[in-house]
């Protein structure tokens, strides 16, 4: 079972910025595809950003061109870089990795948002 930690969560003014991180304990090399979902308070789970062992990366409309998705190999982790930040965004931000058949999510991070 691949251990995932994220970090890097907080509370930030409307405009700012974070970058949250995603530890892995296994070498990243070997996953097929790592994500960052979110899941706001009422809402369903849902994919905010991810990319594949070839760097081919995903984002949905919502966060295109203000989320940023990277990964360091030699670090085991991956980052997602948060620009912009609106109130919507506010949520708990999960870590998931896939390793052939096995899906692991990481224990969350809060984001807060204040308008």
């Known amino acids: 079972q691949v251990q995932l930690v994220e970090s890097g969560g907080g509370l930030v003014q409307a405009g700012g910025s974070l970058r949250l991180s995603c530890a892995a304990s296994d070498s990243i090399f070997r996953f097929s595809a790592m994500a960052w979902h979110r899941q706001a308070p009422g809402k369903q789970r849902e994919l905010v950003a991810s990319?594949?062992?070839?760097?081919?990366?995903n984002y949905p409309d919502s966060v295109k061109g203000r989320f940023t998705i990277s990964r360091d190999n030699l670090k085991n982790t991956v980052y997602l870089q948060m620009n912009s930040l609106k109130p919507e965004d506010t949520a708990v931000y999960y870590c998931?990795?896939?390793?052939?058949?096995?899906?692991?999510w990481g224990q969350g991070t809060q984001v807060t948002v204040s308008s």
């Open positions: 998931y990795a896939r390793l052939g058949s096995y899906d692991s």
């Open positions: 990319v594949t062992s070839g760097d081919s990366t």
